[in-house]
């Protein structure tokens, strides 16, 4: 039986290979005329624009892997079928759950592929597009530096009362305020009304510096006519920008989970985000559960029937999958993870029942 297995290996491959670039290709495509129509990015460099169409990739890889699943084990079985090459194993002897067998197994193999995109390429791709709209000025017209916003740099937090963009590497400041309270005895505190900010190096212009002792009623005042600090920080930070939930691994999620709710905050979206990291490779599993039953009832209509009864599969999953994860489980009362895990039960409870019936 393993030269079986094999067989329907190579059967899988080649199509599930091949369904995956299409549906790869035909996202970045989408991606890429996004941008190019977008009043905001049609004047960004073509350089800049592919690279965020690279970027994005990954996230979108999180769909394409149960759709190029869904096809290859849907056309491999359909040809074997119509070739009546499951009457044979049957004639043998074998079962038809044989046959199923290595496309289940092909499913876990692909399922696992995608949760490595999704908790260790996806975050990472995903911060890196972040930083090269911001810095590709992509987000211009969708937000502005904060003013007065908190920023930490090495002992000092920065409070910033203006920020001007002079070129692609210069940010101009006004009305800096830095605070330095690492050391209990005494608490330093730098005023300037002008500085700039390039490539890691902050100059500030003819900067104030008070050195306070606590308990003390005087301060040490001393100016200087230009201080320097090396220390970078991210414009997204500048723009008021935080880490989105998708931005972050599967152990940064958990400790955010972890502090929200030492603070009382709602967790909701981050647990959404941790869960569908399990969830959606899953229904790369399910998928190649439930479309081997249509695929061999189906091989008389031909190849066709199976690609688009595999296609309104998907379709039905993901528009379960967003109503229960953006539309049921944003009710207050909603339990997160049971909405989010909610389509990968019934479409494996469906796939299930149908293999009984195949069988």
Known sequence: MRRVDRYIYREIFPIFLVSFLIVMVLFQANTYMFLAKNELTRNVPLLATIQLVLWETPENLNLVFPIAVALGTSLALSRISRESEITA???????????????????????????????????????RSMELKTSSNVLAGMGSFVSNRPLKMGNYTVSIGSVTKLDEDTLKLRDTLLVDRTDESNISVISSQEGT??????????????????????????????????????????????????????????????????????????????????????????????????????????????VMISMVIVMAYYNVLVFCTDIAAKSPSADPVLWTWLPDII?????????????
């Open 89 to 127: 194993i049957r004639a043998a002897g074998g079962k038809v759950m044989r046959v199923v067998w290595p496309a289940l197994m092909f499913g876990v193999f692909a399922g696992l592929l995608n949760f490595l995109c999704i908790t260790k390429l996806t975050p990472y791709a995903t911060k």
């Open 197 to 306: 900010y390039q490539r890691g190096v902050w100059k500030f212009s003819n900067a104030t510096s008070i050195l306070v002792k606590p308990g003390r009623t005087n301060a040490i005042v001393s100016r200087s006519r230009e201080f320097v600090i090396n220390g970078k920080i991210s414009l997204r930070e500048m723009m008021g920008m935080q880490d989105e939930a998708k931005d972050l691994t599967i152990s940064e999620l958990q400790e955010q989970i972890k502090l929200k709710r030492q603070m009382g905050a709602s967790t909701a979206n981050d647990e959404k985000t941790l869960h569908k990291m399990f969830s959606i490779p899953m229904m790369c599993v399910i998928f190649s559960i439930i479309t081997p039953f249509f695929s061999i009832k189906l091989a008389k209509f031909g190849g066709f029937a199976g």
């Open 347 to 359: 479409f494996l409870a469906i796939g299930l029942v149908f293999m009984r019936k195949l069988e």
